[in-house]
């Protein structure tokens, strides 16, 4: 019996890199050699060895969409409304849960919560400065405990009502839609999304599911997955290697905007030996 793909959510973040002489110094090896330069940076999280799927390989945050996320976003208070492309196919419309549950997982996961302060006559994204700090790592630490211990308290919902925060959905651009092959005893309907790191948080990994969390260019992600040193999983890197074709956080943005986004489900064969995953046109 083929297992029901369960709908998940995942953020690529990504953020320009700090320092301003290597962007000057890309340039001008993309002058010289014609390759396009590298100038920002994913953050990865490293899953847990003990986890049941994907155990031990760095992903990007997300997780499965939870009962709380459809509730959230049938509420319009909740949610900053958003207008999807003909492209999208409501694939990712509020109603859902995978905007929701992108944002909810990369809070738990990588700290950074997307979510507006206030949204009229524009929409300002949330600050966690010095004196908000210990508040918000809180509300992180009992989303957290409450994926491990139902009977603790904390929901998103009560986050959001308590700090006034509506979430910025439209924040996420959607980039890629990937199913886990039949042949697996576990398997989602993962969305992938885009994302630019809010300037006034910082992405911390939380030692419960993930094991660590870093900040890495596509190409040097590759680079060391090729090397043995950064364990990928197959989706992973078919990802990072459409993030290191863009020269631009720009440019990446405006494919995810503008591109049709197809549905790719890999499928397992036998070579040599060995299982491998590998797209149904190879």
């Given at each position: 019996m083929v297992a029901q793909a369960r709908m998940a959510a995942a953020v690529m973040l990504l953020r320009t890199l700090e320092n301003e002489v290597e962007y000057v110094q890309q340039e001008a090896e993309q002058d010289q050699s014609g390759e396009q330069s590298r100038n920002f940076e994913v953050f990865m999280v490293r899953r847990a060895s003990k986890s049941v799927f994907m155990p031990d390989v760095y992903v990007f945050p997300g997780g499965a969409v939870s009962v709380e996320d459809l509730t959230i976003e049938a509420q319009e208070d909740l949610c900053y409304p958003i207008e999807l492309t003909v492209e999208d196919r409501g694939r990712t419309a509020l109603?859902?849960?995978?905007?929701?549950?992108a944002i909810r997982e990369l809070f738990e996961e990588a700290n950074i919560l997307l979510a507006y302060t206030t949204v009229a006559p524009i929409p300002k994204l949330l600050e966690i400065d010095t004196e908000a700090l210990e508040r918000f790592a809180g509300y992180r630490s009992a989303l957290n405990t409450r994926q491990t211990k139902l009977s603790e308290p904390g929901t998103l919902e009560e986050m959001l009502r308590a700090e006034r925060l509506v979430l910025a959905v439209d924040r996420l651009s959607y980039f890629a839609h990937w199913i886990t092959p039949i042949t697996q005893p576990k398997r989602y309907d993962t969305h992938f999304f885009l994302a630019n790191a809010p300037l006034q948080q910082e992405a911390l990994y939380d030692q419960l599911e993930t094991s660590d969390g870093l900040w890495i260019e596509p190409a040097e992600a590759l680079a060391r997955n090729a090397a043995g040193s950064f364990p990928l999983a197959f989706p992973t890197i078919h990802q990072l290697r459409?993030?290191?074709?863009?020269?631009?956080?720009?440019?990446?943005?405006?494919?995810?905007?503008?591109?049709?986004?197809?549905?790719?489900?890999?499928?397992?064969?036998?070579?040599e030996g060995k299982t491998q995953f590998v797209l149904p046109v190879d």
């Open positions: 109603g859902n849960g995978v905007r929701t549950a459409e993030l290191a074709s863009f020269p631009t956080i720009d440019a990446a943005f405006s494919v995810a905007r503008e591109g049709v986004v197809s549905t790719i489900q890999p499928v397992q064969v036998e070579r």
